[in-house]
């Protein structure tokens, strides 16, 4: 079965599974799910209700694509933008374990998110990604980006925009 949603407590040890996917804990993307921002699994479910209530945040809904148990991948919709969204972040981050990468899971997590958009009545979404990150990029692009003016980070680093008709 192939699901996309919210994580629960149940989750626990698939997250576990796949946090050890990521060499370094603290580049997991999408940020959201960056374990080492919270204190333990449970604390990371309460901040994932707590910033889709839209309390301190930008209200956004974090989603996982598991297939079978597994956890493949997330995405962090976000329900709105700010200038820096709109710089750089956009509506809508995702990443995939690198086990199941290179095997269209991201280009199906960004069609699940941009349907997840379309609830929550985004008619127009930005997607962003670093110039260097080319498989992004195409992800992209595959699912109906129009590069828009990329925007210079303050780090150096060029960052790529796309809109998609939701």
């Not at 910033?51 to 997330?74: C, D, H, M, P, Q």
């Not at 976000?78 to 820096?84: A, G, K, V």
């Not at 990443?95 to 290179?102: F, L």
């Not at 260097?132 to 780090?155: L, R």
């Amino acid at each position: 079965m192939i699901e996309f949603r919210k994580l629960t407590l149940k989750d626990k040890s698939a997250f576990e599974n796949y946090m050890e996917e990521w060499d370094k804990p603290e580049e997991i993307v999408p940020t959201a799910t960056n374990f080492t921002r919270y204190k333990d699994f449970e604390d990371m479910i309460q901040a994932f209700d707590y910033r889709e209530s839209g309390g301190e945040w930008v209200k956004n809904t974090t989603l996982f694509y598991i297939i079978e148990g597994v956890i493949i991948g997330a995405a962090n919709i976000r329900h709105s933008l700010t200038e820096d969204l709109l710089n750089t972040g956009g509506h809508i981050g995702y990443g995939v374990g690198k086990y199941y990468r290179g095997q269209g899971y991201a280009t199906k997590i960004l069609h699940e998110s941009l349907k997840f958009a379309q609830t929550i009545g985004i008619e127009k979404a930005l997607v962003t990604c670093d110039e260097d990150n080319i498989a992004s990029g195409k992800v992209i692009i595959k699912n109906g980006g129009v590069e828009d003016v990329p925007f210079m980070q303050s780090n150096g680093v060029k960052s790529r925009r796309f809109w998609i008709d939701v």
